[in-house]
Nanobody, 121 residues
Framework: QVQLVESGGGLVQPGGSLRLSCAASGFTLDPYAVHWFRQAPGKKREGVLCISNSDGSIYYADSVKGRFTISRDNAKNTVYLQMNSLKPEDTAEYYC??????????????WGQGTQVTVSS
């Protein structure tokens, strides 16, 4: 069974950090680009970052540049989202998704179930 499972969400104070994990099972993430999306209540889903597998390129939304980074550990079949200097506006459900291509085409094959991140004092 193909699955992407996110973990690591929670409640954090403004300025704090969290690291989200996206673990794949039933298939190998290695050949594909991987995205992190987020969706806040009442808002459209937003692409946050994407890491290509073809050349290692990383694409960032302007709202997270300099604060968030993405990495992958192909041996563990896992992708990580490191979030620093968190702001209340980062509060959302965060989803990982595997692209159908080795580069960030946006054509997603599989989605995780999401993990909630809440930034509040």
């Amino acid at each position: 069974q193909v699955q992407l499972v996110e973990s690591g969400g929670g409640l954090v104070q403004p300025g704090g950090s969290l690291r989200l994990s996206c673990a794949a099972s039933g298939f190998t993430l290695d050949p594909y680009a991987v995205h992190w999306f987020r969706q806040a209540p009442g808002k459209k889903r937003e692409g946050v970052l994407c890491i290509s597998n073809s050349d290692g390129s990383i694409y960032y939304a302007d709202s997270v540049k300099g604060r968030f980074t993405i990495s992958r550990d192909n041996a563990k079949n896992t992708v990580y989202l490191q979030m620093n200097s968190l702001k209340p506006e980062d509060t959302a459900e965060y989803y990982c998704a595997s692209d159908r291509r080795p580069y960030c085409s946006g054509w997603v094959d599989y989605w995780g179930q999401g993990t909630q991140v809440t930034v509040s004092s």
